[in-house]
C-alpha cells in the first residue's frame, strides 16, 4: 500500500483542527520568525538510527529540512537519549536552544513531555504515539491495529507450517495494537493458524530478539513480526543466517513502522514479506510545516489510520508463490475497514 495520500489528509486534519482551535490560543501562533524556524527531535532509547520508529521520524525532519534549505545542526536537529533520564534534559536543552518545535519520539516520553511543557509554557512541542493534554502540545497516534491486522493477513496466507509468531518489545497499550491486530488478520485469513506471542521486555535488546526469533523458527514457525524497535534487529539477523545456511528454506519476517525489506537481502533473496507501515515520517514533517507556517495545532490530538492514510502496508514480497491472492485479500480488508464495515481489535484477547 502506497501512502503518497498520507501528507494531504493529514494536511486536511491539520488545517480544520487549525480553525478549531485558532480562537483564544496565543500559545499556538507559532515562530515569531519563519526565517529562523527551528525543529528537533529528542529520541527514545531505540537510537535514531533504529531502522524503525526514530528513524522515521528523523526521515520525517530530514525531508522538512531538504524542502527547507536547512540541515542537521542548521534548523533540524536531534539529541539522542541512552536512558530515561536524558529525556527531560535533552528536552530543556532544546527550549534553551529557542527551538520552536520539539518532538518527543516514542510513548515512553509522554510524562517527561508533560513535566517540561508545563514549566515553558511559551515552548512548542509534538509527541508522538501518545497523548498529553497541554496547550502547548500536540499529540499524533496512529491505529496501529489497523496496519497490524493487514500484515496478520499476509501472514495467514502466505504461511505453510500455520505456525506463525510475534515478537513484542515491551508490553503496553501501543504494543498490545500490533498484537491485538496482528492476532486478528491471521485468524481471519487462516482460521487453523497458530500464534506465538513472546515479549522482548526491551526494545534496544537485539540479541534478545534474535534468541526468541530462533526459539520460534526452530519451532516450526515460517513468517515471524516484530513490533519490538531495535530489538527487531535481532530477528532479522537470524532470519537471514537461517536462509544463508539453506537458501531453499521457506523463511520470512514482518517489519514494522516502516518498510524494513532493505533488511532482508540474502544473496539472490529477501526474506521480507512485508511491513507494517505508520506514516511518522510524513506526520511529523506536515505538523512541522503546520507550525512553521503560523499554524502550531497545540492541545490537540490527532489520530491517523487506514481511512486517513495514516498507516498501511508495504508491497508484498514478489518472491511469495501467492502475491496475487494476499494482495485481492489486503485490498478487500482494507476496504471493509476503510467504510467501516470492520473494526480492529486494539486489545489482545485474554
Not at 487453523?192 to 537485539?206: E, I, L, R, S, W
Not at 533473496?269 to 495545532?297: E, R, Y
Not at 502496508?313 to 514478489?318: C, G, S, T, V
Not at 467504510?339 to 485474554?350: H, L
Request: charged share 25%; with cysteine.
Amino acid at each position: 500500500m502506497k501512502m503518497r495520500k498520507f501528507g494531504l489528509a493529514m494536511s486536511l486534519v491539520l488545517a480544520a483542527g487549525t480553525v478549531l482551535g485558532a480562537c483564544g490560543k496565543k500559545d499556538n501562533e507559532g515562530s515569531s520568525n519563519k526565517d529562523e524556524f527551528k525543529v528537533a527531535m529528542v529520541t527514545d532509547l531505540g537510537g535514531v538510527d533504529d531502522k524503525s520508529f526514530n528513524q522515521s521520524a528523523w526521515e520525517g525532519l530530514q525531508a522538512f529540512g531538504k524542502e527547507n534549505g536547512l540541515e542537521k545542526g542548521e534548523g533540524i536537529d536531534y539529541l539522542q537519549s541512552e536512558s530515561d533520564a536524558d529525556w527531560v534534559t535533552n528536552l530543556n536543552t532544546l527550549v534553551r536552544q529557542k527551538t520552536d518545535l520539539i518532538f518527543g519520539i516514542g510513548f515512553l516520553m509522554a510524562g517527561s513531555i508533560e513535566e517540561v511543557a508545563k514549566q515553558q509554557k511559551d515552548a512548542h512541542f509534538a509527541i508522538v504515539d501518545s497523548v498529553v493534554k497541554q496547550p502547548n502540545v500536540a499529540s499524533i497516534t496512529f491505529k496501529e491495529q489497523e496496519a497490524a491486522f493487514l500484515a496478520g493477513l499476509a501472514a495467514g496466507k502466505a504461511t505453510k507450517s500455520n505456525k506463525i509468531g510475534f515478537i513484542g518489545g515491551m508490553e503496553n497499550e501501543i504494543i498490545g495494537h500490533f498484537e491485538a491486530g496482528f492476532v486478528d488478520g491471521v485468524k481471519a485469513a487462516n482460521p487453523n493458524a497458530k500464534v506465538d506471542v513472546q515479549y522482548a521486555g526491551a526494545f534496544t535488546k537485539p540479541e534478545i530478539g534474535k534468541t526468541i526469533a530462533n526459539k520460534m523458527y526452530s519451532s516450526g514457525a515460517d513468517v515471524v513480526f516484530h513490533a519490538s524497535g531495535g530489538t527487531g534487529a535481532g530477528l532479522f539477523t537470524e532470519a537471514r543466517e537461517l536462509k544463508e545456511k539453506d537458501p531453499s528454506r521457506y523463511i520470512w519476517v514482518i517489519g514494522v513502522d516502516s518498510d524494513q525489506s532493505p533488511e532482508g537481502a540474502v544473496g539472490n533473496h529477501n526474506i521480507v514479506l512485508t511491513s507494517a507501515l505508520k506514516g511518522v515520517s510524513t506526520a511529523v514533517q506536515d505538523i512541522t510545516t503546520t507550525a512553521k507556517d503560523g499554524n502550531f495545532p497545540g492541545g490537540q490530538s490527532l489520530v491517523y489510520g487506514l481511512k486517513e492514510n495514516g498507516v498501511g502496508l508495504a508491497e508484498i514480497n514478489k518472491e511469495v508463490e501467492n502475491k496475487e491472492e494476499i494482495d485481492a485479500l489486503v485490498k478487500e480488508w482494507t476496504n471493509k475497514i476503510k467504510n467501516g464495515e470492520y473494526t480492529v481489535p486494539d486489545k489482545p484477547a485474554k
